[in-house]
């Protein structure tokens, strides 16, 4: 079982940063796979960002490559979100996601856990 806590959203202008954190708890928890999704009201979630568990290998979206970046401290069991460059596309609840195993992916059905989602706003 793993327990997901978001925090680090807020109110950003267009070209500003945002930092999301999602802790990780849980029997669990080690070196889980994690994952950023986000949505708008109305639609499917995103695929944002994914970390693997063991070697830290990532991957993103194509619509935040070169802006955002997501880590993982494993001593902590907590992944980042540093969001940079935002714009007001990217205003939506952010989830957090991890999985079963260090495997990243970026599909949103391999994800067995979800944070509660933490709200962006970029104001333009």
């Known amino acids: 079982q793993v327990h997901l806590i978001e925090s680090g959203g807020g109110l950003a202008q267009t070209g500003g940063s945002l930092r999301l954190s999602c802790a990780a708890s849980g029997r669990d928890s080690n070196n889980v796979a994690m994952a950023w999704f986000r949505q708008i009201p109305g639609q499917e979630h995103d695929f944002v960002a994914t970390?693997?568990?063991?070697?830290?290998?990532?991957y993103y979206g194509d619509s935040v490559k070169g802006r955002f970046t997501i880590t993982k401290d494993n001593a902590k069991n907590t992944a980042y979100l540093q969001m940079n460059n935002l714009e007001p596309e990217d205003s939506a609840v952010y989830f957090c996601?991890?999985?079963?195993?260090?495997?990243?992916?970026?599909?949103?059905?391999?994800?067995?856990?979800w944070g509660q989602g933490t709200q962006v706003t970029v104001s333009s």
């Open positions: 970390i693997s568990g063991s070697k830290g290998a990532t």
């Open positions: 996601a991890a999985r079963s195993g260090p495997f990243a992916s970026v599909r949103r059905s391999d994800y067995d856990y």
